[in-house]
């Protein structure tokens, strides 16, 4: 079953706006991950947030992560044409477990 | 930087089949999975190995099977492929030592005709 569900499924922005994209979850997890694909092409990780992490920063990225409402969210601040592509949450089944589950994806559309 | 290679990019079968998607990292990982990836469905995970000879269902097992002899190489069974087989498939690997993200292959376009 899916575990993830990000939204929106599409987003359009020009250059320089900010995108902010949403993930819900189901069940406990150990950490939330995010991760980029480029058309057809296959997926790159950009950040992790651990369960007990409220915040990060990596670059223009900032993720949340708010466990009582089993949610996290993905900004991406000046955003530029490069940053199109799809964007997916991936949560792990919690403590020692090795299978990973992913949403359905946030397609992002930067305008130049 | 770990390489995780799928051997096609592009496969064409026939309905019934037996189709391989073979699978290899360079990184020593113990983890290894296969999803499938449809448009508004996101990907699914189909079968996932923590060690050689070790596999376990993930949530669409049906009609795939796994093998996974060496630790290096994980390769998705197609039995007898049919049309709702056709999909992106996309590898993955991560070390069991504590590694925590995953590594992709590029990914195999499979149409079942």
């Known amino acids: 079953s899916q575990q993830g569900e990000e939204d929106p499924q599409a987003l359009s922005i020009q250059e320089g706006e900010n995108a902010t994209m949403n993930c819900s979850y189901k069940t406990s997890i150990n950490n939330l991950q995010w991760y980029r694909q480029n058309s057809g092409r296959g997926l790159v990780h950009l950040i992790l947030?651990?369960?007990?992490?409220r915040e990060k920063h990596s670059g223009r990225l900032r993720v949340t992560l708010d466990t009582s409402k089993k949610s996290s969210s993905l900004l991406i601040t000046a955003s530029r044409a490069a940053d199109t592509a799809s964007y997916f949450c991936a949560t792990d089944a919690g403590w020692g477990r090795n299978d990973m589950r992913f949403g359905a994806g946030t397609r992002l559309t930067v305008k130049p | 930087d770990v390489k995780v290679t799928q051997s096609s990019r592009y496969l064409v079968k026939r309905t019934g089949e037996k189709v391989f998607l073979e699978c290899v990292q360079d990184m020593d990982h113990e983890n290894m999975f296969w999803y499938r990836q449809d448009p508004g469905l996101g990907l699914r995970l189909i079968y996932f190995?923590?060690?050689?000879?070790?596999?376990e269902k993930g949530d669409i097992p049906e009609g795939y099977s796994v093998s996974r002899e060496k630790k290096e190489r994980f390769s998705l069974i197609l039995e007898s492929a049919s049309t709702n087989q056709t999909s992106m498939y996309l590898c993955a690997s991560r070390s069991g030592q504590g590694g925590e993200k995953l590594f992709f292959g590029s990914g195999t376009q499979l149409s079942v005709l």
């Open positions: 190995s923590y060690d050689v000879k070790m596999k």
């Open positions: 947030i651990r369960s007990n992490e």
